[in-house]
């Protein structure tokens, strides 16, 4: 139980061009949705907490603008990289808390993450 | 601003062996902890989380958290490691809304 998947698991993309990630809560309901970015060897970056039916809530220094979060039903939230440049290349990772009482409520499930270069 | 802290970028133990990768945290509030292991390109998987209670908490794949209140320390411990219990290791601290997360631990487990 608690599956969470991201699509794609790697993308390759020129400068200029958006790219979309989705994640998905397979087998439980998630109000909140985490988007992490991950650099080489460091620890998980958190950009922006989406919660299911408003607006993200965005980490300072993380550009709403660039990076567009929608988070449209209980099981998806997606993240757009809109005219990615190199520097933009990095591992994704969306994380979701189960809606549901109990254990599996109080903690954050994360997907398989999302490898985007940007030529 | 309540952190974790994980003093050891790399931890190396022999297969067999028992291993210990160490995690403290600062004094403030009651503290939710988390590990999380991370192999190569992979997301995050859930290994255990403290809350409150018992200071030794059961985790996923033989894994077990020692909670010491007097030391500020959540250390992940294995009785017996495995080759492919090789990965990087990170403690969180936090609740489901919000984590913060140690810089991580690099466990390799040598044949």
């Known amino acids: 139980g608690a599956v969470v998947s991201q699509h794609p698991s790697r993308v390759i993309c020129k400068s200029g061009t958006s790219v979309k990630i989705e994640c998905r809560s397979l087998?439980?309901?998630?109000?909140?949705m985490f988007w992490y970015r991950q650099f080489p060897k460091q620890s998980l970056m958190l950009m922006a907490t989406?919660?299911?039916?408003?607006?993200?809530?965005?980490e300072q220094g993380v550009e709403k603008d660039k990076f567009l979060i929608n988070h449209a039903s209980l099981t998806l939230s997606t993240l757009t990289v809109t005219s990615a440049h190199p520097e933009d290349s990095s591992f994704y990772i969306c994380?979701?808390?189960?809606?549901?009482?109990?254990?599996?409520?109080?903690?954050?499930?994360f997907g398989p993450g999302t490898r985007l270069t940007v030529l | 601003a309540q952190s974790v802290a994980q003093p050891e970028d790399q931890v190396n133990v022999a297969e067999g062996n028992p291993l210990t990768v160490k995690c403290t945290y600062s004094?403030?509030?009651?503290?939710?902890l988390f590990w999380y292991v991370q192999y190569p390109n992979r997301g995050l998987q859930f290994l255990l989380k403290?809350?409150?209670?018992?200071?030794l908490v059961k985790g996923s794949y033989g894994f077990e958290a020692e909670f010491n209140k007097s030391q500020t320390s959540c250390h992940l411990k294995k009785p017996s490691a495995l080759v492919s219990d090789s990965a990087l290791y990170f403690c969180?601290?936090?609740?489901?809304?919000?984590?913060?997360f140690g810089s991580g631990t690099q466990l390799t487990v040598l044949p």
């Open positions: 403290y809350i409150t209670g018992d200071n």
């Open positions: 004094v403030s509030g009651n503290p939710y």
């Open positions: 989406s919660n299911e039916g408003s607006k993200a809530t965005y």
């Open positions: 969180a601290r936090g609740s489901a809304r919000q984590l913060t």
């Open positions: 994380s979701a808390r189960s809606t549901s009482g109990g254990a599996r409520g109080d903690t954050q499930y």
């Open positions: 087998d439980f309901q998630a109000t909140t």
